[in-house]
């Protein structure tokens, strides 16, 4: 197995070059209504999926305070009990969440607020640092994010956390972190059919990590959706459009199939390392709440990334059709 290694931007640390996505194995959890979860989980397979990560090779989980209102968190603690030394640990903060009613009941980004959100993220994952924290508030107002910025630091000097990032697609906000010293990584969107070439560019001339939420667009890209397909009441899933964006997602990966799979790939990996050959500073985070998930997403590590003449096969078929 291919044991090579990413590293988190200018922090140093070292991470495998696919994670783990944690925000399906919190389970529901609702904003004004309506659902931020990937509906109903079970822990048990939550934790064996964790499992079975680690024993691939995996070593980067990335979950968020309001995933499943603190127990994504509280699920990776568990699976990950005695285990610290062997992983990196990124989560998010910005959204308020009441645990028990299962509720991201607000967004702070106050210091005060912020320093409380780490407290309580550290407790949740059972660990004394944080390695990677990141704002998860999109549009925050980038002249306010200064201060945001600051507790960071403040954060980072107490030894409460590693290096931090923000989780933005806007280029003005992420140069705003960018000039902060600890500051590490930009989860942005990206996948093979959505490519960010603009926020591509800020990352590698900032020489941060680009943490890819997104990279088999929510499910999309694994090749078992069509367009009949539905999603429960408590699934974050239900506004796909498959009359629209996700049908042409459907639609494009028909068309780039057969390069994608080259290899003895399945579709999730080949998407993946497309991902991982589209720039070294990519870490992608597919989401993964079953064993045989996790398997899967990391023999992508085994593969490696795309070739070159994948690469452009793939490009020039996408900008046939408008994708580029």
């Not at 696919?18 to 529901?28: D, K, L, N």
């Not at 603690?77 to 028990?100: Q, S, Y």
């Not at 939420?213 to 498959?242: E, N, S, Y």
């Not at 579709?267 to 398997?295: D, E, N």
Request: aromatic content about 6%; charged content about 25%; hydrophobic content about 40%.
């Amino acid at each position: 197995m291919t044991t090579s290694k990413r590293t988190l931007g200018r922090s140093g640390i070292a991470v495998s070059p696919i994670g783990f996505g944690c925000w399906a194995i919190g389970g529901p959890a609702f904003r004004d209504g309506n659902p931020i979860g990937w509906g109903k989980v079970d822990d048990e397979e939550s934790v064996a999926a964790i499992h079975a990560a680690l024993d691939a090779g995996v070593t980067f989980f990335d979950t968020a305070n309001v995933y499943g209102a603190g127990h994504s968190e509280r699920v990776l603690a568990r699976a990950l009990a005695g285990k610290w030394d062997d992983v990196v640990i990124a989560t998010k903060f910005g959204n308020l969440i009441d645990e028990d009613a299962k509720q991201a009941v607000g967004r702070d980004a106050s210091p005060a607020s912020i320093r409380e959100q780490c407290d309580a993220s550290l407790a949740r994952l059972g660990t004394d640092v944080i390695d990677l924290y990141q704002f998860h508030i999109g549009d925050y107002d980038p002249v306010q994010a200064e201060e945001v910025v600051g507790a960071l630091e403040g954060l980072v000097e107490a030894g409460k956390i590693r290096s931090f990032g923000w989780s933005t697609d806007d280029p003005e906000r992420a140069r705003v972190f960018a000039r902060s010293p600890h500051c590490a990584a930009i989860q942005l969107h990206a996948n093979v059919i959505d490519d960010n070439a603009t926020m591509v560019d800020l990352i590698e001339s900032e020489n941060l990590a680009g943490v890819n939420r997104g990279p088999l667009a929510m499910g999309a890209l694994t090749g078992k959706f069509d367009r009949q397909t539905t999603f429960a009441d408590d699934d974050v899933r239900r506004r796909f459009d498959f009359s629209g964006k996700e049908g042409r997602t459907l639609d494009a990966l028909e068309r780039i199939r057969d390069v994608l799979t080259s290899g003895g790939r399945t579709l999730a990996q080949g998407s993946l390392c497309w991902l991982l050959a589209r720039t070294p500073a990519f870490v992608p985070i597919p989401g993964i709440r079953t064993v045989a998930q996790a398997q899967d997403n990391a023999g992508a590590i085994a593969h490696g990334p795309l070739s070159e003449s994948e690469m452009a096969e793939i490009e020039s078929t996408l900008k046939q059709l408008s994708l580029r």
